[in-house]
């Protein structure tokens, strides 16, 4: 369509061009900044309150989110990662505006001479943002490279995006995500949050550019709805906010060379560069150096999981991980575990007078086969959990797992030991998603992006000759969040039973040797 309207101006009659040149300079007299054809303008245009733009390097990401702040703007506030980034931004905004307005330093700002502000911030560490700013209004928030950041970290951005004092009501409000595909755990929650868009396998999938609503339910979770306005659910108000994304190309931008800049890229070394040439969101990122799990074995065991519907049939349930919660934002989540087959995992949010009974509950609605509990009891959480099931199921089916205690065993070679039980639980699990064991693994794991981002988090090292897993406040720091599904399956595969065989393939190897009845008696006692 662009390239049609550009043929009828070309074509117009001088007198016409220059009455239409008139026309546009009154309509846009001071305008600094003009966005690309292509997909630039229409994330310029596009009426998306949260919008995700880019995929490849070099199209024009960062341009966008500096023409959107000096033009469409009052109050924005633009952010990377680290405040160290900012430098070549502010080269742009002076290349554009000249120094006039702006100010470098410690708090670079630009204020231009229609009112306009733009302070330019780094995040930091995870939430610490310059606090001397938290809860301002900004209606632009403008967020150079995503992924980077974890999704907390943007979801406390996305609280300060609203109109300020000064600035006229009607003023638009409207988040910009640029950003490259993540390339570690911390950037995967794009995936999820723009699933409609970005994940093939979305139930309802949605076109580059168009419109989805969004809101954040009671427990936080972020939940697709066919509501464009406020409404109610059980008394309470929720306000939908749109979403979409808009894919940009390295040929997208004019101003660059896009063979010699796609030149430099193929130098970058694999897996970074099919990544970044890709523009993939989905595509597999590089592993960390001594990550504990490989990012391709889970998404192998996740391939596994998905080619059946149910557990395997004549496997009992073996054990529960129960990873505890005592109220507040994380969920309590339950891992149950058919040998080597694991459910989708259950979450909840659970209140903080009534946590214990709560988690016993939904363990006791979930239980089958008289299957093993293992319970977190290192942040004290358990304790409530743990002595309501002692007194329905009895302890001799409970496991206090804490994960800060003496390791029990060693690396399946018998070389090394670990540092403590929660290093010993993922390293454990490790060995059991190994591809290069003997007949491969078998082990089946839900499809969950957060599970996918809590086991592969996660780093190593050696201190002689044991192994310390990555601290978990550092790994929370890493993802943004708590790994509680991650924590579950771990504990899941630390207790319970393994290795067992179908009953009816039992049947068969014993009916061989024992009479009828005595077969039939032993697959009733099979159920564990």
Not at 458 to 465: A, I, R, S, W
Request: a neutral charge; aromatic letters at 8%.
């Amino acid at each position: 369509m662009l390239d049609e309207i550009l043929d009828r101006l070309n074509n117009l009659p001088p007198e016409e061009l220059k009455a239409l040149e008139k026309e546009v300079n009154e309509a846009m007299p001071d305008q600094v900044w003009y966005p690309n054809s292509g997909p630039q303008t229409d994330a310029y245009f596009s009426k998306a309150d949260i919008l995700l733009y880019g995929g490849e390097p070099g199209g024009g990401k960062t341009g966008l989110l500096i023409g959107v702040a000096l033009t469409q703007q009052k109050r924005s506030l633009l952010i990377r990662k680290q405040f160290t980034d900012l430098e070549g931004i502010l080269d742009s905004v002076e290349a554009i505006t000249g120094k006039q307005g702006l100010t470098r330093g410690n708090r670079p700002r630009y204020r231009s001479t229609d009112g306009r502000l733009v302070s330019f911030q780094g995040m930091g560490q995870t939430g610490e943002i310059d606090t001397s700013k938290q809860g301002n209004a900004f209606d632009g928030i403008l967020v150079d490279e995503a992924a980077q950041l974890p999704e907390n970290d943007v979801r406390l951005l996305i609280g300060w995006n609203r109109v300020g004092s000064g600035v006229p009501k009607n003023q638009r409000c409207r988040i910009i995500l640029g950003s490259n595909p993540p390339v570690n755990p911390t950037g995967d929650w794009l995936g999820t949050f723009f699933a409609p868009w970005l994940d093939p396998k979305y139930i309802n999938p949605a076109k580059f550019g168009e419109l989805r609503w969004f809101y954040f339910n009671s427990e936080g979770k972020s939940v697709e709805t066919q509501h464009t306005e406020e409404f109610e659910i059980d008394g309470f108000k929720y306000y939908p906010k749109s979403r979409t994304y808009i894919p940009a190309k390295l040929e997208d931008n004019p101003y660059i060379n896009a063979k010699e800049y796609r030149k430099n890229l193929q130098t970058i070394p694999e897996p970074f560069r099919s990544q970044l040439l890709s523009g993939n969101f989905l595509a597999a990122r590089t592993d960390q150096h001594n990550q504990i799990i490989p990012t391709s074995w889970v998404q192998a065991a996740i391939g596994r999981h998905e080619k059946r519907s149910l557990p395997p049939e004549g496997i009992p349930m073996c054990n529960i991980g129960l990873d505890c919660s005592g109220g507040g934002q994380d969920d309590a989540c339950l891992s149950p575990r058919y040998d080597h087959y694991f459910s989708p995992l259950i979450k909840f949010r659970t209140s903080s007078n009534e946590a214990g009974e709560e988690m016993a509950s939904e363990v006791i609605k979930t239980r089958r086969d008289r299957s093993d509990i293992t319970i977190d009891m290192g942040g004290g959480y358990g304790s409530s959990a743990w002595r309501i099931l002692r007194e329905n199921i009895g302890t001799e089916y409970l496991t206090a797992y804490r994960g800060g205690e003496v390791a029990q065993k060693r690396t399946q070679d018998g070389k090394l030991t670990f540092t403590n039980l929660r290093t010993q639980a993922y390293w454990s699990l490790r060995e059991a998603l190994d591809p290069e064991q003997n007949g491969g693994s078998h082990i089946e794991l839900p499809n969950d992006n957060r599970l996918l981002a809590g086991l592969t988090a996660p780093t190593f090292e050696l201190q002689g000759v044991k192994i310390k897993a990555e601290p978990k406040d550092k790994v929370v720091q890493k993802l943004g969040f708590s790994p509680n599904e991650a924590d579950a399956v771990a504990m899941s595969w630390f207790g319970g039973k393994k290795g067992l065989v179908p009953i009816t393939q039992q049947r068969q190897s014993f009916s061989k040797a024992l009479p009828t009845k005595m077969a039939s008696q032993y697959d009733h006692r099979r159920n564990i």
